[in-house]
């Protein structure tokens, strides 16, 4: 294979004419795990979920896991436990899943959109800067696909305002900032194992923390306002359902042994990716904040700068697509852009409709040009592809090498 060989696209043959790594991984752990959940007949909150939110809490370097149904549940305990309410401002990045601006609408504040810096792909400090106002309440950092936002400016801007962060770690599970876990530099931080996640239960969510009272009261929101030690039916605070199985975190148990060897392997065929992809006219590899000491990879991520290549953006995913590279423009597009908040300003309120509608938001004259130029730039590629054996990632150089050679060729 070579990258004189015709491109697939125009008819040769694909440069990876393999299957890539499934996903979700399992083995007999998981299956041992959860019969023995299953026969023990003890199906609820118990010991697994404890055990696990004590090894996850471990393992991301906090003193305190608290579980839940998902990681959005976990960014909307998160916010109720640093205290936003009714009226609050919470600075979110526009490049992120709608979890992290949909959590901060349900719980009654409003969320502000700063734009992202076009090296960690993460919300920007000094955009940040810009967007505060006496009613900012706190910030939300999302780790992109397991690159860390620049948590040393953020929290020193945080603590001059009086502002909580809390780290939107959905991807980052074991990325790590000069050796401290995604989650632990904030306030406190929220993980996602929803299915497409690295460590995963089909669904589930935490909490982390490094503060006794936060853990407290966001334990009490998760278990409908009871307090540790009281009784059953007291229910001192606000709460809701947020429990996790014990299935969920039997499974979680498993997934969480095998993850330290999933993170190597995803480094090292990242690591052969980025040299491979490096210096190929019209590729950009976006650098991530060089504090970084260990990264999970949620997804690989580069841009294109369609001048340069010769090609659209769209036209090389179908050329890659077609060597059987699963690579894809990625999820997002700048949240501002949905109904949600296009229309933000239309009434009449309504609690799932028009959430915002009154409370003298518009956001049509948002505009985050980074994000918006990433956005149309970007390009994923998955992470159980990082799984794969190191031969079939050079397969995925060659592919690539094979459509920027022939860009001209594949316009
Ligand atoms: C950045 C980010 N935050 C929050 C979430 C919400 O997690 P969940 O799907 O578990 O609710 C996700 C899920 O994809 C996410 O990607």
């Known amino acids: 294979m070579s990258t004189s060989e015709q491109p697939a696209l125009l008819g040769g043959p694909r440069a990876c004419d393999f299957d890539w790594p499934a996903w979700p991984v399992h083995g007999p752990a998981e299956r041992e795990r ?20 004590r090894a996850f809490a471990a393992f991301q370097g906090a003193r305190f896991g608290v579980s839940c149904t998902n990681g959005t549940t976990a960014i909307e305990m998160a916010l109720r436990a640093v205290g936003v309410i009714e009226g609050d401002e919470v600075i979110v990045p526009p490049y992120t899943f709608i979890a992290t601006a949909s ?9 502000v959109f700063a734009d992202i810096d076009p090296e960690t792909l993460c919300l920007d400090p000094a955009a940040v800067a810009e967007r505060i106002t006496e009613r900012t309440r706190a910030i939300i950092p999302v780790h992109v696909g397991g690159r860390m936002a620049d948590m040393a400016a953020l929290n020193a801007l945080a603590a001059r305002h009086g502002l909580a962060v809390v780290e939107d770690a959905a991807h980052a599970w074991g990325s790590q900032w000069q050796g401290r876990g995604a989650g632990t530099l904030g306030a406190c931080g929220t993980f996602s194992f929803q299915v497409s996640k690295n460590i995963t239960a089909g669904e589930g969510g935490i909490l982390v923390t490094d503060n006794a009272e936060l853990a407290e009261l966001a334990r009490s929101f998760s278990h409908c306002g009871r307090r540790e030690g009281g009784a059953w039916y007291d229910h001192d605070w606000l709460g809701s359902n947020l429990r996790m199985t014990e299935f969920q975190a039997a499974v979680l148990l498993a997934q ?3 993850l330290p060897d999933q993170i190597r392997r995803r480094e090292a065929n990242a690591r052969l990716l980025e040299r491979g992809l490096a210096g190929l006219p019209g590729l950009r590899l976006p650098r991530p904040a060089p504090e970084m ?40 597009r700048p949240l501002y852009r949905n109904r949600l908040f296009a229309e933000a300003h239309v009434g009449p309120p309504h609690g799932i409709r028009a959430p915002l509608a009154g409370k003298g938001v518009d956001y049509r004259a948002v505009a985050c040009p980074v994000c918006e130029r990433v956005c149309r730039e970007a390009v994923w590629i998955p992470h159980p592809v990082l799984l794969a054996e190191p031969w079939q990632i050079e397969r995925l150089i060659e592919a690539v090498a094979k459509v920027v050679t022939h860009a001209a060729r594949l316009r």
């Open 256 to 258: 969480l042994e095998r």
């Open 293 to 332: 000491t260990r990264r999970s990879y949620h997804m690989f991520i580069f841009r294109v700068d369609e001048g340069e290549l010769g090609l659209s953006r769209d036209r090389f995913l179908d050329a890659l697509q077609a060597e059987g590279v699963p690579a894809t423009e990625g999820w997002y």
């Open 103 to 111: 959590a901060v609408i349900t719980v009654g504040a409003v969320p």
């Open 34 to 53: 959860l019969l023995a959940v299953l026969e023990s007949g003890r199906w609820w909150y118990g010991e697994q979920v404890r055990t696990f939110e």
